[in-house]
Protein backbone atom coordinates (compact mmCIF):
# COMPACT_ATOMS: atom_id res chain seq x y z
CA UNK A 1 0.00 0.00 0.00
CA UNK A 2 1.29 3.25 -1.22
CA UNK A 3 1.98 5.41 2.12
CA UNK A 4 4.14 9.06 2.79
CA UNK A 5 4.81 9.89 6.26
CA UNK A 6 6.39 13.57 6.90
CA UNK A 7 8.56 14.30 9.31
CA UNK A 8 10.98 17.59 10.44
CA UNK A 9 8.75 20.41 11.55
CA UNK A 10 9.48 22.39 13.94
CA UNK A 11 9.51 25.94 15.90
CA UNK A 12 12.25 27.99 14.16
CA UNK A 13 13.08 31.90 14.37
CA UNK A 14 13.09 34.18 10.90
CA UNK A 15 15.90 33.58 8.85
CA UNK A 16 16.38 30.14 10.25
CA UNK A 17 16.71 26.64 7.93
CA UNK A 18 14.72 22.94 8.54
CA UNK A 19 14.77 20.03 6.43
CA UNK A 20 11.79 18.47 5.86
CA UNK A 21 11.76 14.75 5.14
CA UNK A 22 9.14 12.77 2.92
CA UNK A 23 9.49 8.88 3.82
CA UNK A 24 7.80 6.51 0.67
CA UNK A 25 6.74 2.99 1.30
CA UNK A 26 4.67 0.74 -1.33
CA UNK A 27 5.87 2.28 -4.05
CA UNK A 28 9.55 3.27 -5.42
CA UNK A 29 10.67 6.80 -5.98
CA UNK A 30 11.22 6.60 -9.91
CA UNK A 31 7.54 5.32 -9.90
CA UNK A 32 5.80 8.34 -9.37
CA UNK A 33 6.76 12.40 -8.92
CA UNK A 34 6.57 14.00 -5.54
CA UNK A 35 5.24 16.86 -4.36
CA UNK A 36 5.34 19.04 -1.63
CA UNK A 37 2.51 21.06 0.01
CA UNK A 38 1.99 23.52 2.46
CA UNK A 39 -1.42 24.67 4.25
CA UNK A 40 -1.08 27.92 6.13
CA UNK A 41 -3.74 28.42 8.90
CA UNK A 42 -7.21 29.40 7.22
CA UNK A 43 -5.82 29.00 3.76
CA UNK A 44 -6.14 25.97 0.95
CA UNK A 45 -3.45 23.57 0.71
CA UNK A 46 -1.09 24.70 -2.02
CA UNK A 47 2.05 22.83 -4.20
CA UNK A 48 5.30 24.55 -3.53
CA UNK A 49 7.44 22.42 -4.89
CA UNK A 50 7.67 18.99 -6.87
CA UNK A 51 10.32 16.05 -8.48
CA UNK A 52 10.18 14.38 -10.92
CA UNK A 53 9.66 10.32 -11.35
CA UNK A 54 13.80 10.37 -12.43
CA UNK A 55 14.75 13.01 -10.34
CA UNK A 56 16.06 15.10 -12.92
CA UNK A 57 13.81 17.78 -12.70
CA UNK A 58 12.28 20.25 -9.86
CA UNK A 59 9.75 22.71 -10.23
CA UNK A 60 9.30 25.99 -7.31
CA UNK A 61 6.82 28.15 -6.18
CA UNK A 62 7.71 31.87 -6.67
CA UNK A 63 7.21 32.10 -3.03
CA UNK A 64 9.65 29.61 -2.06
CA UNK A 65 11.76 29.56 -4.99
CA UNK A 66 15.42 30.60 -4.12
CA UNK A 67 14.94 29.54 -0.53
CA UNK A 68 13.61 26.03 -0.88
CA UNK A 69 15.40 23.06 -2.34
CA UNK A 70 13.77 19.61 -3.06
CA UNK A 71 15.95 16.29 -3.08
CA UNK A 72 15.91 12.87 -2.58
CA UNK A 73 18.04 9.71 -1.58
CA UNK A 74 17.20 6.61 -3.54
CA UNK A 75 18.50 4.36 -1.22
CA UNK A 76 16.12 5.57 1.67
CA UNK A 77 12.60 6.21 -0.30
CA UNK A 78 12.87 9.58 1.13
CA UNK A 79 12.42 13.24 -0.31
CA UNK A 80 13.73 16.01 1.53
CA UNK A 81 12.95 19.68 1.52
CA UNK A 82 15.58 21.90 2.36
CA UNK A 83 13.96 25.42 3.41
CA UNK A 84 17.17 28.24 3.87
CA UNK A 85 15.74 31.96 5.03
CA UNK A 86 12.43 31.00 6.57
CA UNK A 87 9.71 33.72 7.04
CA UNK A 88 6.83 33.82 9.35
CA UNK A 89 4.47 33.60 6.02
CA UNK A 90 5.77 30.01 5.66
CA UNK A 91 4.23 29.08 8.58
CA UNK A 92 1.86 25.88 8.28
CA UNK A 93 1.30 22.26 7.85
CA UNK A 94 3.54 20.80 5.56
CA UNK A 95 2.58 17.77 3.59
CA UNK A 96 3.99 15.25 0.99
CA UNK A 97 2.25 13.11 -1.57
CA UNK A 98 2.59 10.82 -4.78
CA UNK A 99 1.28 12.18 -8.09
CA UNK A 100 1.35 10.99 -11.53
CA UNK A 101 3.60 14.24 -13.12
CA UNK A 102 4.85 17.53 -12.00
CA UNK A 103 2.82 18.95 -14.16
CA UNK A 104 -0.63 17.08 -13.71
CA UNK A 105 -2.15 19.65 -10.43
CA UNK A 106 -4.38 19.14 -7.87
CA UNK A 107 -4.30 14.75 -8.66
CA UNK A 108 -2.34 13.11 -5.64
CA UNK A 109 -2.03 8.81 -5.45
CA UNK A 110 -2.90 7.52 -2.60
CA UNK A 111 -3.98 9.36 0.30
CA UNK A 112 -2.64 12.32 2.59
CA UNK A 113 -0.35 11.89 5.39
CA UNK A 114 -0.16 13.88 9.15
CA UNK A 115 2.13 16.45 7.68
CA UNK A 116 4.61 17.93 9.82
CA UNK A 117 3.85 21.39 11.12
CA UNK A 118 6.49 24.37 10.59
CA UNK A 119 6.40 27.37 12.66
CA UNK A 120 8.54 30.39 12.23
CA UNK A 121 8.61 33.03 14.82
CA UNK A 122 10.48 34.80 16.88
Known amino acids: QLHVVESGGGLVQPGGSLRLSCAAS????????IGWFRQAPGKEREEISC????????IYADSVKGRFTISRDNAKNTVYLQMNSLKPEDTGTYYC???????????????WGQGTQVTVSS
Open 51 to 58: MNNSGGST
Open 26 to 33: GFTLDRYA
Open 97 to 111: AAKPACNILKIIIGS
